[in-house]
């Protein structure tokens, strides 16, 4: 049993589109995140979920929109696809802010 | 701000050698260390903690030690294998801005020849 499953695995699209990424994650876990790594894997946090409140928020375009319809679920949308947005989504989940992540195996997402 | 500084890669290694990779440090307060490990294809996995100075963490033969003195969580293995071969992550977790985050330094390349 995957603890934290993202779908799809991979994304390519063309710029202007808008695509969604699905997580969900079947641990127990309260809080979900989503990480944004670029092509020299550099990562970096866009948002975090506690409970289904959106408790971090870093400066990401309004573009991305989280969603959480429950606490095992936390789905990315992203509008109007630009090719600075291609990277690999990593979705992660914990017990609280303060547990340890369990990340998924990611999204790789194309924009072409 | 809180931040992570951890040597630029890629590492390539022979099978059996000392592995050092070091990583520093700035946060305000007392931060939790990590490091986190990527196989190829996958996800990161937390590899191993320290939650406070003096602590030392340690898994699969890796191991790393919170000095406050000097900021650091140098990542240490004294025989690397083949199957080591990874992007190696320090972190750190720290409260800032009202809610707990982890912060990661930019990775570092593990290759580890036969």
């Known amino acids: 049993d995957t603890a934290v499953s993202q779908t799809p695995k991979y994304l390519v699209t063309q710029m202007g589109n808008d695509k969604s990424i699905k997580c969900e994650q079947n641990?127990?876990?309260?809080?979900m995140y989503w990480y944004k790594q670029d092509s020299k894997k550099f990562l970096k946090i866009m948002f975090s979920y506690n409970n289904k409140e959106l408790i971090i928020n870093e400066t990401v375009p309004n573009r991305f929109s989280p969603k959480s319809p429950d606490k095992a679920h936390l789905n990315l949308h992203i509008n109007s696809l630009e090719l600075g947005d291609s990277a690999v989504y990593f979705c992660a989940s914990s017990y609280g802010e303060s547990g340890e992540l369990f990340f998924g195996e990611g999204s790789r997402l194309t924009v072409l | 701000g809180n931040s992570v500084t951890q040597m630029e890669g890629p590492v390539t290694l022979s099978e059996e050698a000392f592995l050092t990779i070091n990583c520093t440090y700035t946060a305000t307060g007392y931060p939790s260390l990590f490091w986190y490990v990527q196989y190829p294809g996958e996800g990161l996995q937390l590899l191993l903690k320290?939650?406070?100075?003096?602590d030392k963490g340690s898994n699969k033969g890796f191991e790393a030690t919170y000095r406050k003195e000097t900021t650091s969580f140098h990542l240490e293995k004294g025989s690397v294998q083949v199957s080591d071969s990874a992007v190696y992550f320090c972190a750190l977790r720290a409260r800032q801005g009202g809610s707990e985050k982890l912060v990661f330094g930019k990775g570092t390349k593990l290759t580890v020849n036969p």
């Open positions: 320290a939650t406070k100075a003096d």
């Open positions: 641990l127990g876990h309260d809080t």
